[in-house]
C-alpha cells in the first residue's frame, strides 16, 4: 500500500510504500502529483520505501512508469528513502535518463532527505 506522509513542506510531496503495492495505489500519488504540479510547475518528490521493490506489483510499476513519462518534464527533485543497494544502483541509472535531479537516502537520513526534496538544502 502507498500513503501520502503529511505535514511535509508546501513544495513536494511524499509517500510511504509498505506491504504490498498494487495500481490502485497509485490513485492518491497521480492526484497529489497533478496537484503540486499545477501549483508549483515542478514536482519535487519524495518516496519512502518500507518494503522491498518486489512487493510491487506489475501493475504498480506501470502506474509509476506513467507517473514518471506524464510528468518528465516537471520534475525537479526525486528522492527514495531506502536502505536497498538494489534501488540505489537503480536510481543512479534513472537519474541518467530523465530530467531533474534523483537521490537516494538512507531511512535513517529522513529528515535531510525531506530538506534536500524541498530545496531546503543541497547535497553532493
Wanted: aromatic fraction near 12%; avoid cysteine; proline fraction near 2%.
Amino acid at each position: 500500500m502507498i500513503e501520502q506522509i503529511k505535514n511535509l513542506p508546501d513544495n513536494m510531496v511524499g509517500f510511504r510504500a509498505s506491504g504490498e503495492v498494487v495500481k490502485d495505489d497509485f490513485n492518491v500519488v497521480h492526484k497529489k502529483v497533478e496537484q503540486l504540479v499545477d501549483k508549483t510547475g515542478k514536482l519535487n518528490y519524495m518516496l519512502y520505501l518500507e518494503n522491498s521493490p518486489a512487493n510491487f506489483s506489475l501493475g504498480a510499476w506501470w502506474e509509476d512508469a506513467l507517473l514518471g513519462v506524464k510528468n518528465i518534464t516537471k520534475w525537479n527533485r526525486a528522492s527514495i528513502i531506502s536502505d536497498s543497494e538494489t534501488v540505489d544502483k537503480f536510481t543512479a541509472f534513472f537519474s541518467k535518463i530523465m530530467p531533474g535531479e534523483f537521490k537516494v537516502f538512507q531511512k535513517n537520513d529522513l529528515e535531510r532527505a525531506i530538506d534536500w526534496t524541498s530545496e531546503k538544502i543541497d547535497v553532493e
